[in-house]
């Protein structure tokens, strides 16, 4: 039927008189139905006109000379389902009609009633309207789910629902392959439990527990154990709701994260050789300082060592001599293992680890390996503590190591100033209601209080519309160096929940600060 203009009906009348067929005509016009009525005696006519398609309804007399009703509603109903069928017959029984409307016919009308024809038509138009809206919706429904399926599959991300009552979970496509399962075998808690990995089944029947019990939202990440062997990391979120049966029930997302946790431990390690790559760097560019400060108590020890030999030999021994020379030899020996063991604690290669210790004692320890480097740069490095400073959680060889690069930077900064002019100042204070700098800590820490270091310098100050780049890596003014040590350095601080920053002083030089998140207890 034509959805412009007036609305025309188009039929396909299988029938073998036409004034039948002008009869229907007729009747349909007197209540306002315009109708194109092809009319079709034979079965090849009737199939050919079909296939030519574009009907909105078939007629169908009962019986014909070389054809039936019956087999024409057939023919419709497994090609053409559709196109709603009338049988329009003046010898139809009662009993041939219910069997035909049983075997898929609209409706049927007597030709000595054809006045019906008309409400007849209008409710398989409307009927059929209403399939085909069925229809399409189911389309549009089976096209969403396979273009889900399909999305779920490229990004890897599944769902779920699990009706508490009951016990039965429904996965999607994606969850069964994320899972490894076959999609016929029905998924339990049971299995779930198997497949997750042993060391993370009793945080995961933890959850469960907890979830059930108070109808809570969850957020989870977890191992799973594959068949083979192999580890796939999940996330799986839920959120609880109203179940159909007046429980309730969790519905959500279930990820494969794999390749993400891989590529996190990936730019951990690279993070963590880096950072050692680095400590490396700075520990060349102090090699000779460092070298004069363990050969400096190295030459006492063996100065003293001869004199004690001296003082022991003859006939007369100087034994009170004797005994301060060897005090002696025990104090450098004992300043020159210091210094070596401050070297392999501050460039060993370890993962980050966590300690409550005191920073100045730390930036102490720093400041006394870079003793002879600022002797030889004629430095005057002073430094001004707050003693009265909780202790501090975090890394401290990774601290350290961060004081170190930015006393190392600043004495370079400061190589080409006159010597009297060669200052630099360490600095330790608490500070309160700063801004949160991102801490990362959780929420152990003090948001209002924290540690603030400052290196002050009286170089050259920063160069104009370097601080943009000043932490990113690879950048360098230096003539040497790989220009890591900031970047490096941030991403230590960031990770403990601090901020590094630089400031240019009034009058010349800078200052670098990093501040720590102070910890409750």
Do not use: C
Not at 409 to 419: L, P, R, V, Y
Not at 421 to 439: G, H, M, W
Not at 454 to 475: H, K, N, W
């Amino acid at each position: 039927m034509e959805k412009s203009g007036k609305p025309t009906l188009r039929v396909l009348y299988l029938e073998d008189d036409p004034g039948d067929a002008e009869l229907v005509h007729e009747t349909l016009a007197a209540d306002g139905i315009e109708s194109e009525i092809i009319r079709v005696e034979t079965e090849a006519d009737f199939i050919v006109a079909l296939k030519r398609g574009g009907f909105d309804l078939v007629l169908a007399d009962y019986t014909l000379p070389s054809f039936d009703g019956l087999s024409a509603l057939d023919i419709v109903q497994k090609n053409w389902p559709e196109v709603p069928l009338i049988f329009v017959s003046g010898t139809l029984g009662e009993e041939l009609a219910i069997e035909a409307l049983k075997r898929g016919a609209t409706d049927y009308v007597f030709k000595t009633r054809l006045s019906r024809i008309v409400p007849s038509v209008q409710r398989a138009l409307r009927e059929s309207e209403e399939r085909n809206d069925l229809i399409r919706a189911q389309e549009a429904l089976r096209k969403s789910e396979a273009y889900l399926a399909e999305a779920q599959r490229i990004s890897h991300i599944g769902s779920f629902g699990w009706d508490v009552a009951s016990g039965r979970i429904y996965w999607s496509q994606e969850t069964y392959r994320i899972f490894e399962l076959d999609p016929a075998s029905e998924p339990t808690l049971e299995l779930v439990l198997d497949r997750t990995h042993p060391e993370d089944r009793a945080m995961v029947q933890q959850l469960i527990d907890r979830v059930v019990n108070e109808r809570a939202d969850f957020d989870l990440e977890h191992r799973l154990l594959t068949p083979n062997g192999s580890v796939k990391y999940v996330r799986v979120a839920g959120r609880p709701s109203q179940g159909e049966s007046g429980g309730f029930e969790f519905m959500g997302p279930v990820s494969d994260i794999t390749e993400r946790k891989l590529g996190e431990a990936a730019l951990q390690k690279a993070q963590a050789e880096l950072a050692h790559v680095t400590r490396v760097t700075t520990l060349g560019e102090l090699t000779a300082s460092i070298a004069h400060e363990i050969n400096q108590p190295l030459t006492a020890i063996v100065g003293n060592a001869s004199a004690g030999l001296r003082w022991l030999s003859g006939d007369s021994p100087n034994l009170d001599e004797a005994r301060e020379a060897i005090g002696r030899i025990v104090r450098d020996g004992n300043r020159a293992s210091d210094v070596i063991s401050r070297m392999r604690a501050l460039f060993k290669k370890a993962p980050m680890t966590r300690e409550h210790f005191d920073i100045n004692e730390a930036i102490d320890e720093v400041v006394a390996l870079t003793h002879a480097e600022a002797q030889r740069s004629r430095v005057l490095v002073r430094t001004r503590l707050n003693r009265n400073l909780p202790p501090i959680l975090g890394d401290r060889v990774q601290l350290q190591q961060v004081v170190l690069n930015l006393l190392v930077n600043a004495m370079e900064a400061m190589s080409g100033m006159e010597e009297g002019r060669r200052q630099l100042l360490v600095s330790t204070n608490k500070i309160t209601d700063k801004k949160d700098p991102a801490s990362a800590t959780g929420s152990s820490a003090d948001k209002s209080s924290y540690v603030s270091v400052e290196v002050r310098d009286s170089g050259p100050g920063l160069l104009s519309g370097s601080l943009a780049q000043l932490f990113t890596a690879f950048y360098t003014t230096k003539p040497h160096g790989l220009g890591m040590g900031l970047a490096v350095s941030r991403s230590i601080i960031e990770a403990h929940g601090g901020r590094l920053e630089a400031f240019p002083n009034d009058g010349g030089g800078a200052t670098f600060q990093f501040t720590l998140p102070l910890v409750r207890g």
